[in-house]
Nanobody, 115 residues
């Protein structure tokens, strides 16, 4: 079992950057897969990026070239750095992890891209 807490969301202007953090309640070194999802109003939750225990990453097409996912096992924290933000990036961003074949989610953090 693991509890996940996101932070770092907020209001940012188009073209700006924002970094999100996901702090876990236990060691993440043996969590095989973690990632970030987002859900915009009226839309389904979608994967933004994922990272496995070896550091291999996967990005949604919308995130490629603009987002960087990383994890710091020593700090039990996962990160998402986003650049060149667009209005369509506005969503609630959720941290996600799989432990023993069960999915765990954070409570989400709002990211709003607006001038």
């Amino acid at each position: 079992q693991v509890q996940l807490v996101e932070s770092g969301g907020g209001l940012v202007q188009p073209g700006g950057s924002l970094g999100l953090s996901c702090a876990a309640s236990r060691s993440i070194s043996n969590i095989a897969l973690m990632g970030w999802y987002r859900q915009a109003p009226g839309k389904q939750r979608e994967l933004v990026a994922s990272i496995n225990s070896n550091g291999s990453t996967l990005y949604a097409d919308s995130a490629k070239g603009r987002c960087t996912i990383s994890r710091d096992n020593a700090k039990n924290t996962m990160y998402l750095q986003m650049t060149s933000l667009k209005a369509e990036d506005t969503a609630v961003y959720y941290c996600w992890a799989i432990v023993l074949a069960r999915s765990y989610w954070g409570q989400g953090t709002q990211v709003t891209v607006s001038s």
